[in-house]
């Protein structure tokens, strides 16, 4: 058997083929149709690949994986070896990533299904096309004002608030400037409710989308945003791990049994989250708790106690893990959730 790891790269990428220690070779391949052809007759089936997980790598890992025995994808910034060795060149790093896999202690990533991985396209497409409509309605905003019209600006999303502007008495800048802004923004809102819809119908693909859209207070992208990011909830043995992903649970530093102080603080400091996920399902769910909220009186109290205590953030951020933990046990039975409102949060789980 040979461990194999690939630094991969857009033009090429460097192998090193990893038999006993000393018994090394480097070779290097055009990351082209003939050079991945050409690394594929060196493979075989009981070979172990370790691949740095940019974003190329998912088509390469397609090309590889049925060829051999194991094909791991790494996280390359968890693995410090990597991203911190004194002497960075592309053999190196195929070598470092060789060594960690016959020594399985690689930081290893997930590969998304093919249902996520279309999900998520098509959720950046819609962030995009929202960060681009939020531009638009800045600009408008500041020519409206120009002549004393006072519009609230997310109000300029709609057509009938920017029909009521008499463009007339622009000068003539900001007359055509307003024409051309208007109809972009009418192109953005089209495009956006048309993603929003493919988002439904892709997201109905997964088993596990009966079960997040009968929560209620979970709109489609909320789902959307779940779906993709938990994508097989048979990975997550316990709900610690599954909030440990989202990087919903509180930071911890110890040593020989002791507390040790925050690095900004100075001091201990609990309750600080890992942050360790991905950062917009984090703030989608964060944000899905204030609407979840009225629709169960048990996570309510749990709410409103953290809140006396802590403040409302960070309420809200313990109310969504207490949310994500339940969540996994309902993901783990399968099925749509029924009289939520009854459901008590103290014993998540044995709610289902």
């Known amino acids: 058997m040979t461990y194999i790891g690939v630094d991969l790269h857009k033009e090429q990428f460097t192998v090193c083929y990893r038999v006993t220690e000393g018994n090394e070779t480097i070779r290097e391949f055009d990351n082209g149709e003939e050079g991945i052809s050409d690394f594929k007759q060196t493979l075989s ?9 940019v974003g190329r790598a998912r088509y390469f890992v397609k090309q590889i994986a049925p060829l051999v025995r194991k094909v791991v994808l790494v996280t390359p910034w968890k693995y ?9 060149t592309d053999a190196n790093d195929a070598r470092v990533l060789a060594l960690g896999l016959e020594k399985d202690i690689l930081p290893v ?15 950046n497409a819609r962030e995009l096309l929202v960060a681009h409509r939020v531009r638009l309605m800045n600009v408008m905003e500041s020519i409206v004002a ?43 809102n089209s495009q956006i409710v048309n993603l929003e819809r493919q988002i439904v119908d892709s997201s109905k693909q997964f088993e596990s989308y009966g079960v997040l859209a009968s929560v209620p207070g979970f709109g ?11 994508d097989r909830i048979a990975d997550f043995n316990n709900p610690k791990a599954l909030c440990s992903f989202l990087g919903i649970v509180p930071r911890t530093r110890q040593s020989a049994g002791h507390n040790l102080p925050s690095r900004k603080a100075g001091r201990y400091k609990s309750g600080a989250i890992t942050r360790a996920g991905d950062s917009k399902t984090r703030s989608a769910l964060i944000m899905a708790v204030n609407r979840v909220l009225v629709h169960n009186q048990s996570l309510r109290n749990f709410y409103d106690r953290v809140k006396g205590r802590r403040g409302y953030r960070k309420a809200r951020t313990a ?24 459901i008590d949060f103290s014993k998540p789980h044995s709610a289902i």
């Open 220 to 230: 489609p992208i909320t789902v959307a945003h779940l779906l993709r990011t938990i």
């Open 109 to 123: 990533a997930r590969l998304r299904t093919e249902a996520a991985h279309q999900v998520r396209a098509l959720l």
């Open 45 to 53: 089936c009981l070979d172990m690949v370790a691949v740095e997980a």
């Open 319 to 342: 109310a969504a893990r207490k949310l994500l933990t339940f969540l996994f046990f309902a993901l783990k039975k399968g099925k749509p959730i029924e009289a939520f409102e009854k």
């Open 146 to 188: 120009n002549y004393g019209i006072k519009i609230p600006k997310l109000k300029l999303r709609y057509r009938n608030w920017r029909e009521s502007v008499d463009v007339n008495q622009f000068a003539f800048g900001e007359y055509h400037a307003w024409l051309t802004l208007n109809d972009q923004m009418e192109a953005a």
């Open 80 to 88: 410090a070896i990597l991203t911190t060795s004194i002497k960075k």
